[in-house]
């Protein structure tokens, strides 16, 4: 108690002064109109920005919960799908159907070049995620390049960008496919080759994966024509394709892998053995 | 003891009616610079005798805060200025102490310790006690600008007059 007076004693004009400060902001937001008006705007402003931040962080703690209603909903359509005589669509990773051939890898790209004659791609997912050699590897606009070498972890990605990497291309309207090349100049482009001088080839053709490559599904977009030519003399078509993947700017790519890959190309090893 | 309370008394009557009736209605920005008021009644409370109690200065800041908040019908802003002014007025006279100390029996005017002296004292006290009354008065974070280009050109009107004031009337407490 003795202490309670001492402290008053030397603090009491600054206790009476927070006290008489607050009594005077109370007079002014409550008796001042301008005041009152600013006072009443400002704290419904941030008022309605808080409880909007807090609807924010509870939402995100119920995502969990949210995601199991959802999960629950869906088993309980496909329930219904299939009690009225409908098989539900296939799930994209699915194994489980009997002639998926191909099945998605999701990776991030860690690491990437565009301006060296050869460029390399680093995906964070390896072989303990089930990547192999020779998988192929496609973005969001389409293929990216073929996996080389595969780590514990990492994955190195021959990228379309590199004078070594052929991937088989058809053009999508007539069906004619040739070898993809790339120049080593402009990461926006690529060139077609062996494209036999009989087929017509116009600037805007879709350029996809072809069926003979073993890397891709056949049907994959890669580019389109932008520039075509007939060199005199030559027998093939010089076409030029601008890729429909900004190789500068990844982020994230799927590995692709082909179930049947083994099989074809030991059908194709046994044939060139005879 | 006594002639000083009664002294301070008649002060704070003259103070609070010049203020209210005459400097209230000055208008010397005209009509459409509104930038310039004249605060005059804060000299009241830098002149209170330097032995006044912490407290005392505290709840006579708020009287007379309210006083003129009464004639200006603005409850609790003049008075919400005036409680800092008299919070920091210890600290002021702390920092501007004269080198040969205060003497207690005179009073805080520029006949005791100097214009100079006083001009920072009174200077020091007006522009914050303007601060914190332009800050209240205008309540929005968004004039910024507004409120210390009041508040500088009040301060430099009202800070004259006072010295006026000081040197023509030459109070001695």
Redesign the interface.
Known sequence: MRNLVLLFLRF???I??VL??L??????VN??R??RE??GNSSNIFMGYSSEKFNDWTNYFSLRDKMDDLAAENALLKEKLINAGLTPVPERDSTSALNAQYKLITAEVTNNSTDRPNNHIILNKGRRDGVQKDMGVIGDNGVIGIIIRVKENYSVVNSLLHRRSFISAMIKRTGAFGPLRWIGSNPRYVNLADIPKHHTVEVGDSIVTSSYSTHFPKGILIGVVEETNLPSGSNFHDIKVLLSNDFSALDYVEIIENLKQSEQLELEREVSDE | MSNTIIQNLLRLFFFVLVQAVVLQQAKLGGAYFNYISLIFYPLFLFLLPLKT???T???IG?GV?MLIDASYN????H??AC??T??IRPLALAIYEPREGYNVSQGLTIKSYGPIWFLKYAGTLLFIHLLVYFI?EI??PAYTLEIIGRTIATFIFSLFLMMMYMVIARPKI
């Open positions: 009491g004009h600054f009476l002064f008489l400060e009594l005077c902001l109370y007079l002014i008796y001042n301008t005041q600013i006072w | 109690p912490k407290i200065l505290v709840l708020f805060g603005s409850p609790g802003v008075a919400a409680l800092v008299a919070i209240l309540f929005t």
